[in-house]
């Protein structure tokens, strides 16, 4: 499947996100991968996740939630999570007044504290989001009663090693919804460790939003 990029800035409060969209008119779905840094260029290359998800025939809508400017000013600024979660929000907001867009089934890949934010967004609009893919990052920090509350399929993948696992199994057993905890093995090797989170994720995503499509046509 050919698929067109786009950059594109996505308003939200005030401010305009960087987003790179990979698009083609017969998508199965799209992914929403946001980032929480401000500073990762989106025109860095193909990274595994976003190939992978393409391959399989997902549209894709990296977004940066932070401008670079809020990321130098403020050192905290990713761990403002409910700012993070608006603007995903602001994101499916922009998302649904999009033609080629519009009625896609959504799904959220995310790492760093912007796990908290997507669960937290997913609580906050139930009805949006198909499934969630978490690559270790904070899930933690969204709270206690939105982890109880969550009801999208979300997936933990944890990598060998990853210093915040302790922290994520206390969060994986709040989840009230379905959950799926995949401990990835050691490669010895980072590209190879991408690949497998970037499989882990697609396998997530291609089994929960196909199952929403279902129910919808039914």
């Known amino acids: 499947m050919k698929l067109r990029n786009t950059l594109i800035s996505i308003p939200a409060q005030g401010a305009w996100l960087d987003g790179l969209l990979a698009h083609a008119p017969d998508v199965r ?4 991968l946001p980032q929480s840094s401000g500073h990762p260029a989106l025109d860095s290359g193909p990274r595994p996740v976003d190939v992978a998800l393409q391959s399989r025939g997902f549209a894709t809508l990296r977004v940066d939630l932070l401008t670079r400017q809020e990321a130098l000013r403020d050192p905290d600024a990713s761990y403002n999570i409910a700012r993070l979660t608006e603007r ?3 994101a499916v907001e922009w998302i649904a007044h999009q033609p080629p867009l519009a009625g896609l089934q959504l799904g959220l890949v995310t790492q760093d504290t912007g796990c908290a934010a997507a669960i937290r967004a997913a609580v906050k609009a139930p009805e949006t989001f198909a499934a969630i893919a978490c690559v ?4 933690d920090l969204a709270g206690a009663e939105p982890l109880r509350q969550l009801r ?4 933990f993948i944890v990598s060998p090693g990853a210093p915040e696992s302790a922290i994520l199994e206390k969060a994986f057993s ?3 919804g379905a959950r799926h905890w995949l401990a ?3 490669t010895g090797d980072a590209r190879q460790q991408e ?3 970037a499989r882990a994720v697609t396998s997530w995503l291609e089994q929960h939003l196909a199952a929403a499509e279902r129910t919808r046509v039914e």
């Open 152 to 155: 999208c399929p979300v997936r």
């Open 174 to 176: 709040l989840l009230g």
């Open 184 to 186: 990835l093995p050691d």
């Open 88 to 90: 995903i929000l602001a």
């Open 136 to 139: 270790d990052g904070r899930a």
């Open 195 to 197: 690949i497998l989170q």
């Open 29 to 32: 779905g799209l992914a929403i």
